[in-house]
C-alpha cells in the first residue's frame, strides 16, 4: 500500500483539474484493504484512470485508488471465461483479447479508463456494452470487509448506469470482473461507421476501424485534458422528436420504445451552435461538441460553469434537459450540476 499526503490529483484525472486530495492510499492488493482506517474507507472517493471523474472543488475527499493486476484466462468449449483485476487499463484488455484471438470487446477498443471503472457507468460504444460481456462483479464490501460476487442481473446495468452509481455507492471497491466471450463470435456492424465493414470482418479489423474513428473525433487526454462524453445522450418522448424533425433534417436518434427516443446530446449542443464554444480554458471540442475540453489551466469550477452554460442554452433552443455522464466530486463527496446550481442560486 502506498499513501501520500497533501497531493495534486492533475495527473490522476483526464481533465487534468488541479484539486488537492488530503490523502491518496494506493492499494496494491486486497489484503491493503485491511490496512486501510475505517474512517478513509467509509469517507474515500474511489478513483480509477480519473477519465470520468470531474473534481469540482480545489479540495477533494480522501482518494482510494485500487491497483491490483492480473488477468486470468479459462478455456472452456463454448466460450472463454476472463477473470480480471480493477486496476488493469481497459484498452490494454481489449488489446490483450484481440491478440489472443478472442472477439467480443473490438467495439469498446480506445474507451480511456480501468477494468473495475468500466462496470460503474456500464461503459459503450458502437452499438455494444461492458453489460454484454459481464458474468459477475467481485466486490468488496467497506462494512463487512467481505469480497462478493454480483451477478450481471444483480448489478442492475442500465445505459451509462448500474447499481455501483446507486445504492452500492461509496459502500465499498470493485476488485475484479468476470468476463465471457463466446466461441460462437458475431461481429456488430449495425452502428454508423462500421456499416460499410464487409461482413466477414475479423475482431482486429473491426477493433481497428474503432480506434481510427474515435482517434479522429475523440481528442486523446494525453493529448487535450477531457472526459470522453461529457453528458449522456437524452431519452425524450416520441412527440419531441416529431416537433424537431418539423424544423431539421436528419435528426440522429435511436429508437428505445413505441414512445420514446433517444437523442443525440452532441447534435443538440452542436445545433444550439455552441461546438467550439469557449470560456476561459473550458471548451467544447471542435470535432466532438459532446465532448469537454480544457485547454490548460481551466479549473473544476470553471468546467461546470461551461456545463451549466451549455445544459441552459440546450434547454432553452430544445426545451431538452442534458444530464451530465461525469461524475462530480466535491471536497466532501459526490454532487451533481442540479445541486451546485442549487447552492448557487441560494447564495
Ligand atoms: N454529432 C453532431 N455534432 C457533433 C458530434 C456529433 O451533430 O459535434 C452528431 C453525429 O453526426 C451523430 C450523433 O451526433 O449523428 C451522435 O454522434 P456520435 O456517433 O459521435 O456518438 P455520441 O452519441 O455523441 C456515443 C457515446 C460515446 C461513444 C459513441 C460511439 C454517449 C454519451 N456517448 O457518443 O461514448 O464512443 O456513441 O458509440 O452515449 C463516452 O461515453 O465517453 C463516449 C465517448
Known sequence: MKVSNHQSLSCFNTLAINAIAPKI???????DLSLVDDIDLKSAYVL???????????????????AFTGIELNEHEEYTELEVKAGENWHQLVLTTIDKGLGGLENLALIPGSVGAAPVQNIGAYGVEFSDFCRYVKWFDFTTKQVVKISNRDCQFGYRDSI?????????LIVSVGLILSKRWQPKLTYAGLDD???????????????EIRSAKLPNPNHLANAGSFFKN??????????????????????ISDTEVKLAAAWLIDKSGLKGYRLGDAATH??????????GNASGKDIVDLASYIK???????????????RFIAKDGETSLVQLEREQTND
Open 48 to 66: 480509477g484512470e480519473g477519465s470520468n471523474t470531474l473534481f469540482v472543488d480545489t479540495q477533494t475527499p480522501v482518494i482510494i485508488k485500487p
Open 286 to 295: 471542435e470535432k466532438q461538441a459532446l465532448v469537454i475540453v480544457n485547454h
Open 197 to 211: 465493414l464487409d461482413k466477414t470482418s475479423s475482431a482486429k479489423t473491426i477493433m481497428d476501424r474503432v480506434i
Open 25 to 31: 492510499i494506493e492499494l496494491e492488493s486486497i489484503s
Open 312 to 326: 441552459t442554452t440546450v434547454f432553452q433552443h430544445f426545451g431538452v434537459m442534458l444530464e451530465h455522464e461525469v
Open 164 to 172: 455501483f452509481k446507486r445504492s452500492l455507492k461509496d459502500k465499498g
Open 234 to 255: 437524452p431519452v425524450v418522448d416520441s412527440s419531441v422528436l416529431s416537433e424537431l424533425e418539423r424544423k431539421y433534417d436528419n435528426v440522429p436518434n435511436y429508437p
